[in-house]
T-cell receptor
């Protein structure tokens, strides 16, 4: 049973517009969330994270929003650039020793110029 | 910056071969992980280790084993490679005191 769900396999956006990537989770024990970006033939790289005690975290063009009651988080990229075209993975963690990050299946973002 | 190095970027192996994928991290991290990435399936956890000589099964351990003899090195072993193990394999280590990982560049393994 998927604990972290990214229901949109792909998203296409024009350069300069906003990209919104969504992620839902089912486990109420999750207390930390991360987004990773992955280019083909490379390993994922960390993008931004948020703790469950916050509802928003911002880093440059990237903002993550967390809605705990809805068990939903989203990544906003403003403005989108062609270099943002990649697969984005949402990941969640529970504060327990010996646990691993649980990843969603990813959303492929394509930004056209 | 933490560096996680996977020994091979691309590998082609024959069915039935024993395959070793090596991963080394340079930041004395305790926790290390092996995932595989397949289209439409995301990142699936194979095994992880939270200390030397310690290992835990992930979600899809069948057909794999691991070895962690030294803190910096975590090896994934395919006991008898099969075509359904053709995949991108990703090694990661967890940040000290944190939740996030640093990933290696990945090994694209093809089993023929």
């Amino acid at each position: 049973d998927q604990q972290v769900k990214q229901n949109s396999p792909s998203l296409s956006v024009q350069e300069g517009r906003i990209s919104i990537l969504n992620c839902d989770y089912t486990n109420s024990m999750f207390d930390y969330f991360l987004w990773y970006k992955k280019y083909p033939a490379e390993g994922p790289t960390f993008l931004i994270s948020i703790s469950s005690i916050k509802d928003k975290n911002e880093d440059g063009r990237f903002t993550v929003f967390l809605n705990k009651s809805a068990k939903h988080l989203s990544l906003h990229i403003v403005p989108s650039q062609p270099g943002d075209s990649a697969v984005y993975f949402c990941a969640a963690s529970a504060q327990q020793a010996g646990t691993a990050l649980i990843f969603g299946k990813g959303t492929t973002l394509s930004v056209s110029s | 910056d933490v560096k996680v190095t996977q020994s091979s970027r691309y590998l082609v192996k024959r069915t039935g071969e024993k395959v070793f994928l090596e991963c080394v991290q340079d930041m004395d991290h305790e926790n290390m992980f092996w995932y595989r990435q397949d289209p439409g399936l995301g990142l699936r956890l194979i095994y992880f280790s939270y200390d030397v000589k310690m290992k835990e099964k992930g979600d899809i351990p069948e057909g794999y084993s691991v070895s962690r003899e030294k803190k910096e090195r975590f090896s994934l072993i395919l006991e008898s490679a099969s075509t359904n193990q053709t995949s991108m394999y990703l090694c990661a280590s967890r940040w000290t005191g944190g939740y996030g990982y640093t990933f290696g560049s990945g090994t694209r393994l093809t089993v023929v």
